[in-house]
Each structure stands twice: as structure tokens, then as C-alpha cells.
């Protein structure tokens, strides 16, 4: 009988997928990773218009499931898209669905 994922990495994806369960998530991550450099809220805000403290609510969401990183500027925080989290997000797709990935032993 085959066994599903472990618990500890089942839970890491399940908090990927809830993490862009929200398309204005989605937006942010497109947008981050279209930008291809680190961005302001402000930025982001004019961007996919929405209000202020709702994208800094979708930006922490994002950052705790690590798809954006932060980085600090004085007083100003900038925004990037975590190249390493979201390259891996399709493989996560693709283990979850028992689907074979090229080069990753089966789980």
C-alpha cells in the first residue's frame, strides 16, 4: 500500500497553497516575480489596486510562507520575490498529485 506524504511536509505545502488561495496574492507574486527587483508597498499598491493595508496583509502572508522576501531600506521595506520558494512550488504540485519529478527521490 503506498503511504502519503509526511505530515510536516504536507503541512508546508498546504500553507504554500493557502498562501495563494487569495488572487490578489496571486497578483503580488506575479507581479514580484514579472518586476524582477525588489519593490516598495507603495509600488505594489498602484500596481494591483488595492488599498494600503491590505496588500501589507497579502505581503505578510506571503513572506511567512517565504514566496516574498523582505528587505529593509531606513524607515522603507522593498519586496521580492523568492526565486528559490517559487521555482520549487510546481515540483510541491506535482509530489502532491504522485506525479514522477525528474531527479527527486519519491516520498
Known amino acids: 500500500m503506498k503511504r502519503p506524504l509526511a505530515r510536516e511536509i504536507a503541512q508546508e505545502y498546504a500553507s504554500w497553497f493557502r498562501a495563494l488561495a487569495d488572487p490578489t496574492r496571486v497578483q503580488i507574486v506575479s507581479l514580484l516575480a514579472r518586476q524582477g527587483a525588489p519593490m516598495s508597498v507603495g509600488e505594489i499598491v498602484k500596481a494591483v489596486d488595492v488599498g494600503q493595508s491590505t496588500v501589507s496583509s497579502h505581503l505578510k502572508q506571503l513572506a511567512a510562507v517565504r514566496f516574498v522576501l523582505v528587505e529593509r ?12 520558494c517559487v521555482d520549487c512550488f510546481p515540483t510541491a504540485a506535482d509530489i502532491i498529485m504522485a506525479r514522477s519529478v525528474p531527479g527527486l527521490p519519491s516520498r
Open 73 to 84: 531600506r531606513g524607515t522603507a521595506s522593498y519586496y521580492r520575490i523568492n526565486d528559490a
